[in-house]
């Protein structure tokens, strides 16, 4: 009987060990005065308007601009075939304007791999090779990225 007491005990240890109770403990908490703090630096407001002209977040913004949908879709995991494509001609701009990596530029789109962006850019330069009016679309929208005046598209 006392072994049995005593793997009862072991046993007993070892759960109490595995799944502990949880005890509020109160812990002392430093309270620093306003005065005493280093202040906060200030938010960082993104101006799409003075941001580097090749950066992928000014490309983002002009062509979520030029196609009326927000910004937000580009980057989201919906993948009917307007926004999609949308997001695909963002991504063949930032490649061709930008020395970003296309992994860099798959996480600045919703956290899309690479290979992702390598299909979007073939895919893309081929639609732009065969149909000149997304040939001339792509091509002011690169112009309103740089910051050139744009014609008006006929259409």
Known sequence: MSQESDM??????ARANLWPVRKVVPVPVKVESPVCREPSPPRRIIDHATQPLNSISRIKHVVAKHYGIEPFD??????????????????????????QMMTIIGRHFGGRDHTTVIYAVRKVASMIASDPALAAEVEALRREIVGEPVAPLDG
């Open 8 to 13: 009862i005990a072991v046993y007993r240890n």
């Open 74 to 99: 580009l980057v989201s995991v919906r993948r009917k075939q307007p926004i999609a494509f949308r997001r695909q001609v963002a991504m063949y701009l930032a490649k061709t304007m930008t020395s």
